[in-house]
């Protein structure tokens, strides 16, 4: 499987409930981002952790990274129809010279529900 | 400002057209990105300019011309292109290339007929 893949593929949630969303990858990592994606639109930046670091918050986000197990969290708290979109988790290889190069995993679809 | 635009939104072109694709950043970033992102699938990255200078190529097919005029504008020329290039084409830029946040534009549209 490729570097970055996320679990679950789609979650479906009803408003004020809490979302999960999980990433693993195979290599050591510079550090983990997490973005998310409007139907058909560009992509916004939501947290960037670095791989010293083991927990991230901003607003209803928290994330996670275990870098023993190669894996990260996204929770998203009071989930909000507006929170409906792909979720993407993307790494920043450590070593060799592709500087700037983000791997992206397969993404998560997430609807939620008024 | 801390936004990317790109033009056209939606581009529908020929497989003998040629069309340019343009994004432009005015953050002060010396990185730019082009990616491709076909439906329901993650963006792959096709090329990284890094001080104005080409660093990486993702190997792709050399209908596919990048080219970076200055610090803040980045485009990708398109010539004899395959129906199979039909996709969503993503401009991002980031500070430096190397372990930073990478901004995104809203990308285009691109259908190749």
């Known amino acids: 499987s490729q570097q970055g893949e996320e679990d679950p593929q789609a979650l479906s949630i009803q408003e004020g409930e809490n979302a999960t969303m999980n990433c693993s990858y195979k290599?050591?990592?510079?550090?983990l981002q997490w973005y998310r994606q409007n139907s058909g639109r560009g992509l916004v930046h939501l947290i960037l952790i670095r791989s010293n670091e083991r927990e991230k918050h901003s607003g209803r986000l928290r994330v996670t990274l275990d870098t023993s197990k190669k894996s990260s969290s996204l929770l998203i708290t009071a989930s909000r129809a507006a929170d409906t979109a792909s979720y993407f988790c993307a790494t920043d290889r450590r070593g060799g010279t592709s500087y700037g190069k983000l791997t992206f995993g397969q993404g998560t679809i997430l609807t939620v529900h008024p | 400002d801390t936004e990317v635009t790109q033009t056209p939104k939606h581009l529908v072109m020929g497989m003998t057209n040629k069309k340019s694709l343009k994004c432009e950043q005015h953050?002060?970033?010396?990185?730019m990105y082009w990616y491709k992102q076909k439906a329901k699938k993650p963006p792959e990255l096709m090329f990284v300019?890094?001080?104005?200078?080409?660093?990486i190529n993702e190997s792709v097919p050399s209908r596919f011309s990048p080219e970076c005029p200055n610090s803040s504008l980045l485009n990708l020329h398109l010539h004899a292109l395959q129906p199979e290039d039909s996709a969503l084409y993503l401009c991002?830029?980031?500070?430096?290339?190397?372990?930073?946040?990478?901004?995104f534009g809203p990308g285009t549209r691109l259908l190749v007929l």
């Open positions: 953050m002060g970033h010396r990185a």
């Open positions: 991002a830029s980031s500070q430096i290339a190397a372990r930073e946040t990478q901004y």
């Open positions: 290599t050591s990592i510079n550090n």
């Open positions: 300019y890094s001080y104005e200078k080409l660093s």
